[in-house]
C-alpha cells in the first residue's frame, strides 16, 4: 500500500515566525488532503490538493503529485496555529477513497 | 449546514463488554468512513461504506468488530468483547461518493477499556 511520511516530526517556532511542513507518499494519488488536529481532537480540514497549489489566508499548500510529494507553508504563525498537522492520501487500486494518513508533524507555537 | 457527528463523545467500557458507536454523516454524502486513532498506530482506516455497501472491511482490526449502515445515512460500528487494546479515538468521515473527494470528520468517540 502507498506509505505517507511527515517531517519534520516536531516544529516549535516563535510567534511570527514561518514554517514548512513537507509529505512525501510512495505511489501516485487521486487525493490528498492536510488536516490540522486541535487539542480537542478534531480533524479540520485545511486543504484537499491532490495537485496544484491553494492559498488560504496565511496558509498555502503544494502537491507537486510526478515527484510525490505536497508542502504545507504557515506564514506569521500565531499561538493558535499549534497542534498536529496530518498530511493523507488516497489512490491506488480501486481508488476507494480511503485515506492513508503520515504520523503528522506537532507544532507549537510560543508567544 | 450540519457536520457529521458523532456519539456518545465518551465511552468507558469493561473489558468484555460490547459498545456501539453511531455516525451521522453530512446529509446527501453517500460515503462513509470510519478511522481509529490510537497511540501507537496513528491513524488507520477500518472500513468504508458507498450507500449501505461495505466493499472494503480490509482495516477491522479482528472479527470482534463490525459496522452496517441503514438508509444510506446513519452508520453503527459495533465491536464486541471489549479488550483493552481497543481503547483509542474512533472517527467517522463523510464524503459526496467514494473516490476522490474531500473528506469530512466527526468529532470522534473516544473509547476506554477498563
Known amino acids: 500500500g502507498i506509505q505517507v511520511e511527515q517531517s519534520p516530526p516536531d516544529l516549535i517556532l516563535q510567534e511570527g515566525a514561518n514554517s514548512t511542513l513537507r509529505c512525501n507518499f510512495s505511489d501516485s494519488v487521486n487525493n490528498l488532503q492536510w488536516f490540522h488536529q486541535n487539542p480537542w481532537g478534531q480533524l479540520i480540514n485545511l486543504f484537499y490538493i491532490p495537485s496544484g497549489t491553494k492559498q488560504n489566508g496565511r496558509l498555502s499548500a503544494t502537491t507537486v503529485a510526478t515527484e510525490r510529494y505536497s508542502l504545507l507553508y504557515i506564514s506569521s504563525s500565531q499561538t493558535t496555529d499549534s497542534g498536529v498537522y496530518f498530511c493523507?492520501?488516497?489512490?491506488?487500486?480501486?481508488?476507494?477513497?480511503?485515506?492513508?494518513f503520515g504520523q503528522g508533524t506537532t507544532l507549537q507555537v510560543k508567544p | 449546514g450540519a457536520g457529521v457527528s458523532q456519539s456518545p463523545s465518551n465511552k468507558v467500557t469493561e473489558k468484555g463488554k460490547d459498545v456501539e458507536l453511531r455516525c451521522d454523516p453530512i446529509?446527501?454524502?453517500?460515503?462513509l468512513y470510519w478511522y481509529r486513532q490510537s497511540l501507537g498506530q496513528g491513524l488507520e482506516f477500518l472500513i468504508y461504506?458507498?450507500?449501505?455497501?461495505?466493499?472494503?472491511k480490509s482495516g477491522l482490526p479482528s472479527d470482534r468488530f463490525s459496522a452496517e449502515r441503514t438508509g444510506g445515512s446513519v452508520s453503527t460500528l459495533t465491536i464486541q468483547r471489549t479488550q483493552q487494546e481497543d481503547s483509542a479515538v474512533y472517527l467517522c468521515a463523510s464524503s459526496l461518493i467514494t473516490g476522490s473527494y474531500e473528506q469530512y470528520f466527526g468529532p470522534g468517540t473516544r473509547l476506554t477499556v477498563t
Open positions: 446529509s446527501g454524502h453517500t460515503a
Open positions: 493523507a492520501v488516497g489512490g491506488g487500486s480501486g481508488n476507494t477513497g480511503k485515506l492513508i
Open positions: 461504506f458507498q450507500g449501505n455497501s461495505a466493499p472494503d
